[in-house]
């Protein structure tokens, strides 16, 4: 058992106060389940009010599909088994049929959610995208789109040589609703240089965020973990997310993920089960003004993101009908409704579909 050196620390935490990073470096030496413990109290703090006062008993999920539009990306991230580059014989850029193909299958599942994004295309300009999102409004107008990503948004601005505002402007009056957390891999540029050095730097990320909050969207924020960084780097990331938070107000959730290596160039030890479940666990404390945590499933097996549910996360995510990046480096996991909804009743919760913004649907 850890002896803390500040005892106070646990009923800070139990109080609900907010922690520091050096608190933070404390709590991860913390016996594991004792460490759950407490973000499961948390957790319940941040649900309690919820859904007219059964937030600590439910756990939700969404129906969504994620449509990856292209392939093509000239930032070459390390840790990326999914780019191509136009040479590349198994390159593409999917067309209106082809999306709609994939949206038809969705609304016949009575899917909510299209995750649409793609590789940074140097060649796809302003109008590919305004026409593929004002036909999916039109034509699919039960479905939201959560699309694209900062690090999309700042190629964005930079190829079509347009302000970052007027680009989520243009691409909200075009029908994107909201906007998910990719590309947040560790907001550190020490580590960013080193993982994904063409990607946009932290703060160009955090700006997009700052700007779509401002124009009333809502998004997601996220980790990837265990590459190249150090604890103190996980802590770093989290602690400019709630400060952005503290800020703007606007971000739904938080998911955390561990990378996964293979088929990748970049060389890392694989992270253990545990310490996925331990800095879930310390985001859930960290993260005070998160309402939402989401299991990782998708990297981490059903099982773990059952367990997940009482390491701080009260979200098992999407039923997800198509993943392609993450099953790019080797993990495929693949879960039906049915499947999440037992889960989370074995788990002992009560399973609620949820849509992009976290209302309960059934």
């Not at 913390?30 to 006062?53: Q, V």
């Not at 190629?155 to 909200?172: D, N």
């Not at 103190?232 to 107000?249: F, P, S, Y």
């Amino acid at each position: 058992m850890t002896t803390l050196d500040d005892p106070s620390l646990v009923d800070r935490v139990l109080a609900g106060e907010r922690i520091t990073a050096e608190d933070a470096r404390t709590l991860h030496k913390l016996p594991l389940e004792e460490l759950g413990a407490l973000a499961d109290h948390r957790r319940n703090l941040a649900k309690g009010n919820a859904y007219d006062g059964r937030g600590n008993d439910i756990v939700t999920y969404i129906v969504d599909r994620n449509v990856n539009y292209t392939n093509v990306c000239n930032v070459y991230c390390k840790f990326c088994a999914f780019y191509r580059t136009e040479k590349q014989p198994d390159h593409y850029v999917l067309t209106l049929g082809q999306i709609d193909e994939k949206l038809d299958e969705l609304a016949a599942a009575g899917g909510v959610q299209v995750l649409l994004q793609g590789g940074h295309h140097p060649k796809l300009g302003m109008d590919f995208y305004l026409t593929m999102l004002t036909h999916i409004r039109e034509k699919y107008p039960q479905i939201n789109v959560h699309g694209f990503s900062p690090p999309e948004f700042n190629h964005f601005a930079e190829v079509f040589g347009m302000p970052l505002v007027e680009v989520i402007s243009r691409f909200r009056e075009a029908g994107l609703g909201s906007i998910p957390g990719g590309g947040g891999e560790i907001l550190v540029d020490r580590i960013r240089d080193r993982i994904a050095p063409l990607k946009c730097k932290s703060d160009q990320w955090l700006e997009v965020m700052r700007v779509a909050h401002g124009l009333g969207m809502r998004s997601s924020a996220t980790m990837m973990f265990g590459h190249v960084e150090a604890l103190e780097d996980r802590i770093e990331h989290l602690e400019r997310l709630r400060a952005t938070q503290d800020e703007t107000g606007g971000f739904t959730a938080f998911i955390c993920w561990t990378f996964q290596p293979e088929n990748t160039r970049l060389r890392a030890e694989t992270v253990t089960s545990a310490e996925y479940l331990r800095m879930q666990a310390i985001a859930r404390i960290y993260l005070d003004n998160f309402e939402n945590v989401q299991s990782s499933w998708v990297t981490q097996g059903p099982r773990i993101g059952q367990v997940a549910l009482r390491y701080g996360a009260n979200d098992f995510g999407s039923v997800m009908m198509e993943e392609n990046v993450v099953s790019s480096a080797g993990t495929s996991f693949r879960l039906n409704a049915t499947e999440i909804e037992r889960l989370i009743h074995d788990a002992g919760y009560e399973p609620h579909r949820r849509s992009t913004w976290y209302q309960l649907l059934n």
